[in-house]
């Protein structure tokens, strides 16, 4: 081969690998949580940075309002839409709202899915996250483990017109129903994620209700101001320890796992919420490409007691 041939050759060939190079497409996936200030969703944001350093092709954008407020995520919702990016992947405050919204973002070409809370009355592509009336049936489940004499209970939540959160109020119903345990007046209380709001909730209900024997938060709130919620257990740490008064909470961040081992809670029941992030960056990628996707796609749950939380701990 001559010299003036080897040349070309290596020239064509470069060509080719620049043009395989451009080929392939890169994408702007956004991540809109319920609030940022919600240390849950710091996990699906951490996870759907790495899936994307990863995939190499794509980038994740995380932007939710700072607070639980539904109006605010319906706008940044919108301004993703304008600015065109090529996917959205949604944990859903207000399922009326949202939906209105993700018809808007699919029929723009954008690929729309959901995690964590669903708006399955959308044209969204994928709902990936929890089973969340499974989830809700296993904190009940719990309870009946933690205090099987029942009593009355008192069910904590976050935004009133969430859906994944209904869901889960469902779930803790239908596992107590038939049982011991009766629902207080008032119950559930509604957070709006607000975690100051959770733990202050958790003390109304104990005021109200002086032979209150269980409290159970659908969300991991009141824990995740860990000062906060050991003031609101200290006062009643005889009735704890004793089980006389059960806590059985949702979620398992580190935070958790340590108010656990501590002994100022009987339960958890996790969700995975990395996974959303690695599963959500995957599945629109997928959706991309061209490729038939799982309209369901559940990334698990976790129990956690004294006697395995040194396993999660790890």
Request: hydrophobic share 45%.
């Amino acid at each position: 081969m001559t010299m003036l041939k080897s040349l070309a050759l290596a020239a064509l060939a470069s060509v080719s690998f620049m043009g395989a190079v451009q080929a392939q497409e890169t994408y702007k996936f956004a991540v809109v949580p319920k609030a940022m200030n919600n240390p849950f969703f710091d996990l699906t944001r951490d996870g759907c940075m790495a899936e994307a350093a990863k995939l190499g092709n794509v980038e994740c954008i995380y932007q939710g309002p700072v607070e639980h407020e539904p109006a605010t995520q319906a706008q940044i919702i919108d301004d993703f839409i304008t600015q065109g990016v090529d996917g959205l992947a949604i944990s859903v405050s207000d399922a009326a709202a949202a939906t209105t919204l993700i018809d808007k973002a699919v029929e723009a070409g954008i690929a729309v899915i959901t995690f964590d809370s669903d708006a399955d009355a959308s044209k969204r592509v994928a709902y990936v996250g929890t089973n969340n009336k499974e989830f809700g049936v296993a904190l009940g489940e719990e309870l009946l483990k933690a205090a099987p004499n029942g009593g009355t209970y008192a069910v904590i939540s976050g935004g009133a017109a969430s859906p994944n959160l209904a869901l889960r109020v469902d779930g803790v119903r239908e596992a107590l129903a038939g049982s011991a345990w009766t629902e207080v007046p008032g119950s559930p209380s509604f957070s709006n994620d607000d975690v100051a709001l959770a733990v202050q909730q958790a003390g109304d209900f104990v005021t109200a209700n002086p032979d209150l024997k269980a409290i159970v938060p659908v969300g991991g709130w009141p824990m995740f101001a860990p000062d906060g919620w050991k003031n609101f257990v200290e006062p009643n740490k005889a009735k704890v320890d004793s089980g006389e008064l059960a806590l059985v909470v949702a979620d398992t961040l580190p935070m958790q796992l340590e108010l656990l081992r501590d002994g100022y809670a009987h339960a958890l029941v996790g969700q995975r919420p990395y996974e959303m992030g690695e599963v959500a960056m995957r599945t629109l990628l997928a959706i991309k490409n061209g490729e038939t996707v799982d309209a369901i796609i559940y990334t698990g749950l976790d129990r956690v007691t004294k006697d395995n939380v040194g396993d999660f701990l790890k």
